[in-house]
């Protein structure tokens, strides 16, 4: 006998929950959720479960899970913040039933020290399970394993090693992928780089979508995440630099793989600008060398000395000097520490709100990083009609600023001081930029636009999927999945 909990849809559409009972072996419909007794306590993950039946799922509503290394508003990433609003937004949606979200207990991804507690939460409308990460990052074993696996010889039996000294180590995790494995339509996997992504997604390999947020770096040439992308069911790439980027390292002409993005809101929060007694520029991320903060406080510190006694032509106050230029760098430190000098502030870990009054009141935004999928501080800048200086290096930035026509470069042959020097000093010469970058933003990046790719990709993946042919639910109708 089969059992339900599902929605009925009214004349209009709209999807709307009926009482449990019995239904045919052809019905169509999807289970309720979300109840206190559909849940394991805070803290247990039980793999042991009862008899199953099976519960036929109506397509239209979809049970969606995501895979990633670090979820949470605490958290500091680029792809950890493209997950996190994606599943947000899905939670909101009425054709997906349930959103949830496997993760670690961690934070800080320079170390994977636990933070959050292990097991269930709700956060923001998404059911959110996290597991504890056994060992935190080992360094030096990863530098060892790394000369054996990713340089030299590059002996595949040191991959693994490799991969559990870089973190995060949670072996719980892709143990519970296959007790969940039926319970899902789609498992989203963000990062091929970490360990939840490379030994969980072969697991539900059928169910799975791959958000690869690949960059041109040595753990590229791993087998086991080029395996990946033929392991997959589907390739959700940022960009077309991306998607071209992979398509040099590994064959997918076999497996579904489509440039779907992450949005920007294109209607952000009224929220004021952030006036500072000075003018400043912004950096938005992970504080640490590898994404080119160093080359970016040289650069601006150049610029200060060479156009010091220099007027400076800022967006929102009246002319200063360039030595009245400050830095502020926003977001948590990784393995840098402030110098002490007052030239360049701290400003740590931002809400999302201060993020936009500092996107308003900057003079422009640098984004040093050579490796980017997206680079979503570039496009949000853009929204907001804010400046943006990216280094050249990087594919997909020089990408987003040569076809936009909005974003200005540096590199070797344009060092950040002299492009600094012409945005800042030379009147108008960022004029009708603005208006580019907003148009681009709009064009390519609205968050309807990109969830309509997005569900596009999710539904091929559902519909070829064993959810065809059900899910499981435990003898009193529950899931825990």
């Given at each position: 006998m089969l059992y339900a909990l599902g929605r009925t849809r009214d004349d209009a559409g709209h999807g709307t929950r009926v009482q449990a009972g019995r239904v045919s072996p052809n019905a169509y419909s999807a289970p309720e959720v979300g109840s206190a007794s559909a849940q394991p306590a805070c803290g247990t993950n039980t793999f042991d479960r009862p008899q199953t039946t099976t519960v036929v799922l109506d397509h239209?509503?979809?049970?969606?899970?995501?895979?990633?290394?670090?979820?949470?508003?605490?958290?500091?990433?680029?792809?950890?913040?493209?997950?996190?609003?994606?599943?947000?937004?899905?939670?909101?949606?009425?054709?997906?039933?349930?959103?949830?979200?496997?993760?670690?207990?961690?934070?800080?991804?320079?170390?994977?020290?636990?933070?959050?507690?292990?097991?269930?939460?709700?956060?923001?409308?998404?059911?959110?399970?996290?597991?504890?990460?056994?060992?935190?990052?080992?360094?030096?074993?990863?530098?060892?394993?790394?000369?054996?696996?990713?340089?030299?010889?590059?002996?595949?039996?040191?991959?693994?090693?490799?991969?559990?000294?870089?973190?995060?180590?949670?072996?719980?995790?892709?143990?519970?992928?296959?007790?969940?494995?039926?319970?899902?339509?789609?498992?989203?996997?963000?990062?091929?780089?970490?360990?939840?992504?490379?030994?969980?997604?072969?697991?539900?390999?059928?169910?799975?979508?791959?958000?690869?947020?690949?960059?041109?770096?040595?753990?590229?040439?791993?087998?086991?995440?080029?395996?990946?992308?033929?392991?997959?069911?589907?390739?959700?790439?940022?960009?077309?630099?991306?998607?071209?980027?992979?398509?040099?390292?590994?064959?997918?002409?076999?497996?579904?793989?489509?440039?779907?993005?992450?949005?920007?809101?294109?209607?952000?929060?009224?929220?004021?600008?952030?006036?500072?007694?000075?003018?400043?520029?912004?950096?938005?991320?992970?504080?640490?060398?590898?994404?080119?903060?160093?080359?970016?406080?040289?650069?601006?510190?150049?610029?200060?000395?060479?156009?010091?006694?220099?007027?400076?032509?800022?967006?929102?106050?009246?002319?200063?000097?360039?030595?009245?230029?400050?830095?502020?760098?926003?977001?948590?430190g990784g393995d840098m520490k402030s110098d002490g000098a007052k030239d360049v502030h701290w400003a740590g870990f931002v809400s999302d709100q201060r993020r936009v009054a500092l996107l308003r009141g900057c003079e422009a935004v640098v984004i040093p990083g050579k490796l980017d999928s997206l680079s979503l501080s570039l496009l949000e800048a853009w929204a907001l009609s804010t400046p943006t200086l990216a280094t050249s290096e990087c594919a997909v930035k020089r990408g987003h600023s040569q076809r936009s026509g909005a974003g200005l470069l540096f590199g070797p042959e344009a060092p950040l001081e002299d492009v600094l020097e012409k945005l800042l000093c030379v009147p108008g010469w960022y004029a009708g930029a603005a208006e580019a970058g907003e148009r681009y933003v709009r064009d390519n990046y609205a968050w309807s636009s990109v969830m309509d790719r997005f569900m596009a990709v999710a539904r091929y993946v559902a519909k070829g999927s064993e959810s065809a042919q059900g899910y499981e639910r435990d003898e009193h109708g529950h899931d825990d999945g």
């Open positions: 239209g509503f979809m049970r969606i899970a995501f895979v990633v290394q670090r979820y949470g508003q605490q958290v500091n990433g680029g792809a950890e913040q493209h997950c996190r609003d994606i599943a947000e937004r899905l939670a909101a949606r009425n054709d997906v039933e349930r959103v949830k979200v496997f993760t670690t207990c961690a934070r800080d991804h320079t170390t994977w020290a636990n933070y959050f507690p292990r097991g269930m939460s709700i956060e923001r409308g998404v059911q959110v399970e996290r597991f504890p990460v056994l060992t935190q990052r080992n360094q030096a074993l990863q530098s060892i394993f790394g000369r054996l696996a990713l340089r030299g010889p590059r002996l595949t039996s040191f991959e693994a090693p490799w991969l559990i000294a870089q973190g995060p180590f949670v072996p719980e995790l892709p143990l519970r992928l296959n007790a969940a494995r039926k319970r899902f339509d789609v498992f989203v996997f963000f990062s091929y780089l970490y360990y939840p992504t490379i030994f969980g997604l072969p697991r539900v390999a059928e169910r799975s979508m791959f958000v690869p947020t690949a960059h041109d770096e040595l753990p590229l040439r791993l087998s086991r995440a080029l395996r990946l992308f033929n392991q997959t069911r589907a390739i959700a790439f940022n960009t077309r630099e991306e998607k071209q980027l992979v398509e040099s390292r590994v064959d997918i002409s076999g497996t579904r793989a489509d440039i779907v993005g992450c949005g920007v809101d294109t209607d952000p929060p009224d929220v004021e600008a952030e006036r500072r007694n000075k003018p400043y520029l912004l950096y938005l991320g992970r504080i640490e060398t590898a994404k080119g903060v160093p080359e970016l406080i040289r650069g601006f510190r150049a610029f200060r000395r060479g156009c010091a006694d220099r007027s400076i032509h800022t967006r929102l106050g009246p002319q200063r000097l360039g030595r009245d230029l400050e830095l502020v760098l926003a977001g948590r």
